[in-house]
């Protein structure tokens, strides 16, 4: 599958879930950098899928589309 296919399944998948455990947590997440006690990053999985439909939609609401 490519990237896009597996966005879309994970979508669908955990699109309801209730608790963050540890087999959702290292599926949606690529990385977590702490770099203090005040700044914590978190690098997510699929963020450039995630961006793309973001984009699609703002672009279906602005009637672009």
Do not use: W
């Not at 979508?11 to 959702?24: A, G, I, P, S, W």
Request: aromatic residues 10%; positive net charge.
């Amino acid at each position: 599958k490519n990237p896009r296919e597996k966005y879309v399944e994970l979508c669908k998948q955990y699109q309801n879930f209730e608790v963050l455990d540890r087999r959702t947590l290292v599926t949606l997440i690529d990385q977590i950098v702490v770099h203090s006690k005040k700044r914590i990053e978190i690098r997510f999985a699929f963020r450039d899928e995630f961006q793309q439909t973001r984009e699609l939609m703002e672009q279906l609401r602005e009637g672009m589309i």
